[in-house]
């Protein structure tokens, strides 16, 4: 795949600026930087601090023509020109794959970038099976793109970046949503082809031990402001690792520890007996058949527990998780309330009425935008409570406490679509909490919970969960998150071939 005369871009930003439209301050402002052709750098930041911002900058999303509309100050160069005038040597994954996915079919999605780059048409679908086999994708070029899951997905973004053999590499928490064994196999594919090319490289992700290794340097920013470290990652790390520490920055050996009342347990709120599940149909002639995702899963989630789901990408967590929280119906088999839930409603948990299922079952999509309905995050998180009768200065206090745990604060009159995507999951999360400490449902289905978080805020969420299992909710989620595991999992669903087995250890090896 590589090119050996292929040569990295540079970069130059100098006074650098960038404030979204609607925004009354700069996500960024000041940046002053310079990465050489070849560099392979880290960004870090807290959570909200523009790192996201500065990548879609770099890609040409932004400026005077770009697709992300806002303000810019300075200049921000590539190669000596704009960025949105020289978009051909970029290769971008951002935070969400479900916003790159411009085709019906894997290798057409894959093939896409190539076409509009103008490759030799004899060179295109030999390049385009060879990038999907390195990243591990499992299925041929004519899967549906809208059949598969959220790691799946960002496969597929993967291979389609890779496959253009960009002169600038910019990845935005690229495994974010990949279990452990894909995650490895997508690092050691970058080790690889950053060794046999001199591509430019900027990489966002926050769990830094994991990453470290691929890179030469780290920046870190300030939201709003400019750079605030730059350097080799050992002396960034030697020199500001305890104040970055307490900015959030997930720095090597600095793992948080959130403080978690014991989990208290309690009786089977919901129960899956015997639940299949099946692919979507799909329409067309070249369509895939429909096959069985899940078969004869039989799962109890109690109170007072927390229980987490785990397995490869594409296996049925989060079509689990649907069913389990009543937004989709098996194709065989039931999902039933038990105890409390039963006393509300006995009849399988898909056919309750949408008011009755949301004050008992509070959700967190893996798409954070799927469950926003109001035009600002204050409107978001005061819409539940006031739904299920709270009063109006008792939601008021509540929405008030939610923003300043989870940092929301300052973005209290902002439209939840503008969020970076960390801010969309706290914002998500909050929202499924948002009906208050007595008014909280009975069970929370999650779905990546902490996705893009920093430290701080990633504390903040695990110890709101805990409280709540400390006082009888369940709480079920789906994820890779291999220290959120550790840390509130007192039962450990996994999640293969067909299959959901159960297990109260939870062993690193097989999350």
Same mark, same amino acid.
């Given at each position: 795949?590589?090119?050996?005369?292929?040569?990295?871009?540079?970069?130059?930003?100098?006074?650098?600026?960038?404030?979204?439209?609607?925004?009354?301050?700069?996500?960024?402002?000041?940046?002053?930087?310079?990465?050489? !052709?070849?560099?392979?750098?880290?960004?870090?930041?807290?959570?909200?601090?523009?790192?996201?911002?500065?990548?879609?900058?770099?890609?040409?999303?932004?400026?005077?023509?770009? *697709?992300?509309?806002?303000?810019?100050?300075?200049?921000?160069?590539?190669?000596?020109?704009?960025?949105?005038?020289?978009?051909?040597?970029?290769?971008?994954?951002?935070?969400?794959?479900?916003?790159?996915?411009?085709?019906?079919?894997?290798?057409?999605?894959?093939?896409?970038?190539?076409?509009?780059?103008?490759?030799? !048409?004899?060179?295109?679908? !030999?390049?385009?099976?060879?990038?999907?086999?390195?990243?591990?994708?499992?299925?041929?070029?004519?899967?549906?793109?809208?059949?598969?899951?959220?790691?799946?997905?960002?496969?597929?973004?993967?291979?389609?970046?890779?496959?253009?053999?960009?002169?600038?590499?910019?990845?935005?928490?690229?495994?974010?949503?990949?279990?452990?064994?894909?995650?490895?196999?997508?690092?050691?594919?970058?080790?690889?082809?950053?060794?046999?090319?001199?591509?430019?490289?900027?990489?966002?992700?926050?769990?830094?031990?994991?990453?470290?290794?691929?890179?030469?340097?780290?920046?870190?920013?300030?939201?709003?402001?400019?750079?605030?470290?730059?350097?080799?990652?050992?002396?960034?790390?030697?020199?500001?690792?305890?104040?970055?520490?307490?900015?959030?920055?997930?720095?090597?050996?600095?793992?948080?520890?959130?403080?978690? !009342?014991?989990?208290?347990?309690?009786?089977?709120?919901?129960?899956?007996?015997?639940?299949?599940?099946?692919?979507?149909?799909?329409?067309?002639?070249?369509?895939?058949?429909?096959?069985?995702? #899940?078969?004869?899963?039989?799962?109890?989630?109690?109170?007072?527990?927390?229980?987490?789901?785990?397995?490869?990408?594409?296996?049925?967590?989060?079509?689990?998780?649907?069913?389990?929280?009543?937004?989709?119906?098996?194709?065989?088999?039931?999902?039933?309330?038990?105890?409390?839930?039963?006393?509300?409603?006995?009849?399988?948990?898909?056919?309750?009425?949408?008011?009755?299922?949301?004050?008992?079952?509070?959700?967190?999509?893996?798409?954070?935008?799927?469950?926003?309905?109001?035009?600002?995050?204050?409107?978001?998180?005061?819409?539940?409570?006031?739904?299920?009768?709270?009063?109006?200065?008792?939601?008021?206090?509540?929405?008030?406490?939610?923003?300043?745990?989870?940092?929301?604060?300052?973005?209290?009159?902002?439209?939840?679509?503008?969020?970076?995507?960390?801010?969309?999951?706290?914002?998500?999360?909050?929202?499924?909490?948002?009906?208050?400490?007595?008014?909280?449902?009975?069970?929370?289905?999650?779905?990546?919970?902490?996705?893009?978080?920093?430290?701080?805020?990633?504390?903040?969420?695990?110890?709101?969960?805990? *409280?709540?299992?400390?006082?009888?909710?369940?709480?079920?989620?789906?994820?890779?998150?291999?220290?959120? #595991?550790?840390?509130?999992?007192?039962?450990?669903?996994?999640?293969?071939?067909?299959?959901?087995?159960?297990?109260?250890?939870?062993?690193?090896?097989?999350?």
């Amino acid at each position: 795949m590589a090119e050996p005369n292929a040569r990295g871009a540079r970069i130059e930003l100098s006074g650098w600026g960038w404030k979204h439209s609607g925004r009354d301050t700069h996500a960024l402002r000041g940046v002053d930087l310079t990465v050489e !052709p070849g560099e392979r750098v880290l960004l870090l930041g807290a959570s909200g601090a523009g790192k996201s911002t500065l990548l879609h900058s770099l890609a040409g999303l932004t400026g005077e023509d770009g *697709a992300i509309s806002g303000d810019q100050e300075g200049s921000l160069l590539v190669d000596g020109r704009p960025a949105d005038r020289g978009r051909g040597g970029v290769g971008l994954v951002s935070q969400d794959p479900e916003t790159q996915l411009v085709m019906a079919r894997a290798g057409d999605d894959v093939a896409f970038g190539l076409e509009n780059l103008g490759v030799d !048409p004899g060179l295109i679908w !030999p390049r385009v099976e060879r990038s999907l086999a390195e990243v591990g994708f499992p299925y041929g070029l004519r899967h549906s793109t809208g059949a598969l899951s959220g790691g799946e997905k960002q496969r597929l973004v993967i291979a389609g970046a890779l496959a253009m053999r960009p002169r600038l590499l910019l990845l935005d928490e690229p495994t974010a949503n990949l279990d452990p064994a894909g995650a490895e196999l997508v690092r050691a594919l970058l080790s690889r082809l950053l060794g046999e090319t001199e591509a430019t490289l900027v990489l966002v992700e926050h769990r830094v031990a994991d990453v470290v290794d691929l890179v030469d340097r780290v920046v870190v920013v300030e939201p709003g402001g400019g750079v605030i470290a730059d350097g080799a990652p050992a002396a960034v790390f030697a020199e500001h690792g305890r104040s970055l520490a307490d900015q959030g920055v997930w720095i090597p050996g600095n793992e948080p520890v959130p403080d978690l !009342p014991p989990a208290p347990g309690g009786t089977p709120l919901v129960e899956a007996v015997g639940v299949a599940a099946r692919t979507p149909f799909q329409v067309g002639v070249r369509a895939a058949p429909r096959r069985t995702v #899940l078969d004869d899963v039989n799962v109890t989630l109690a109170a007072g527990t927390a229980t987490s789901l785990t397995g490869p990408n594409g296996a049925g967590k989060s079509t689990l998780l649907t069913m389990l929280a009543g937004l989709a119906g098996p194709h065989r088999g039931q999902v039933v309330p038990r105890g409390p839930l039963a006393e509300a409603d006995r009849r399988p948990l898909v056919r309750w009425p949408a008011r009755r299922l949301a004050r008992h079952v509070g959700t967190v999509f893996q798409h954070a935008e799927d469950q926003f309905v109001t035009a600002t995050v204050r409107d978001e998180l005061r819409f539940a409570p006031l739904r299920a009768g709270m009063g109006g200065a008792e939601t008021d206090a509540w929405v008030g406490e939610l923003m300043e745990r989870l940092r929301l604060t300052r973005l209290a009159d902002v439209h939840p679509y503008t969020l970076s995507g960390g801010e969309k999951r706290r914002l998500s999360v909050a929202t499924a909490l948002s009906s208050g400490p007595s008014h909280a449902p009975d069970l929370l289905v999650l779905d990546e919970p902490t996705f893009g978080q920093d430290t701080r805020t990633w504390t903040e969420l695990v110890e709101l969960l805990g *409280a709540l299992r400390a006082e009888g909710r369940g709480v079920v989620m789906a994820t890779h998150d291999q220290l959120l #595991l550790r840390c509130l999992t007192d039962v450990r669903v996994r999640v293969a071939d067909g299959r959901a087995v159960a297990s109260d250890a939870v062993r690193e090896a097989d999350l």
